[in-house]
């Protein structure tokens, strides 16, 4: 095979949750530049429409879901719908999370279930649903969880016990379903974003975005194009011999 065409995605299926801004936008676009059949799914029906808007003005034609992952019953439906639609999925890309900010002395039951169950518990029961669905019966199929340079190391000056746990927790995850999974045709990477402007972000960069500059090596955050190439390569067949894998896109933080 071409070199070029280990890194093609013509054809293949695939399911972007939180896909309707911020870093989910980001993969989701990269993904279907590639060729990739794209659907997505967001808790905000007008969120999706905007992104639905943006990807179609790159070329893109995505299908967009309203569901809410933190809801369980929901994750069957969200599936059937894109089965329905597509056909089965080949790539799962588990992108939808969320934080909360308090010192962990302070740090309420409730926050703390509210990130863990959609960050970690959702990763799972869809990754779950998919394979038991598309990829065991078939004996192929390819996850690619999002984690955080928060599942790698601490920041002293960001105060989010639950999403450190929840990250961490999610980068396990994939180490464990693809030992489980790989006899299946299953391949299980997790990407560990840096520090990347987004609607869950900026609070927070806004107070300590310079030092976090400062103390990254290539002296900068991501941009709009830093996670294209990475989740391309872990969908395509250019990492075909790759699985259990966590990797950085942090501009070397996590190694500072």
């Excluded at 905000?44 to 429409?49: C, F, Q, T």
């Excluded at 719908?81 to 302070?106: C, F, K, T």
């Excluded at 500059?213 to 900068?220: E, I, S």
């Excluded at 894998?245 to 190694?255: K, M, P, R």
Aim: proline share 3%.
């Amino acid at each position: 095979m071409a070199l070029r065409e280990l890194f093609e995605l013509q054809g293949r299926t695939v399911l972007v949750t939180g896909g309707s801004r911020g870093l989910g936008l980001q993969l989701a676009r990269a993904l279907g530049e590639m060729g990739a059949k794209v659907a997505i799914s967001a808790r905000k029906a007008d969120e999706l429409n905007e992104a639905k808007a943006e990807l179609a003005a790159a070329g893109i034609n995505a299908f967009t879901v309203v569901n809410d992952l933190s809801e369980t019953e929901q994750l069957r439906p969200l599936v059937d719908a894109v089965v329905e639609r597509y056909g089965d999925i080949d790539i799962l890309v588990n992108n939808a999370g969320a934080s909360w900010g308090a010192p962990a002395a302070q740090h309420s039951t409730e926050a703390w279930d509210k990130v863990m169950n959609l960050n970690a518990r959702s990763v799972f029961l869809l990754s779950q649903e998919v394979a038991n669905r598309c990829f065991i019966p078939r004996q192929r199929g390819n996850i690619i969880n999002v984690g955080s340079v928060s599942s790698l190391r601490v920041d002293m000056e960001m105060k989010a016990v639950a999403y450190y746990a929840s990250k961490a927790a999610v980068v396990h995850l994939t180490r464990a379903l693809a030992c489980e999974w790989g006899p299946h045709g299953i391949r299980v990477n997790a990407l560990c974003p840096g520090f990347f402007p987004s609607k869950l972000a900026n609070g927070l960069l806004e107070n300590i975005g310079t030092s976090i500059v400062a103390r990254t090596p290539l002296g900068r955050l991501g941009g709009d194009d830093d996670l294209m190439g990475a989740v391309v390569f872990l969908a395509s067949d250019a990492s075909r011999h790759v699985t259990g894998q966590a990797l950085a896109i942090d501009g070397g933080a996590s190694i500072a």
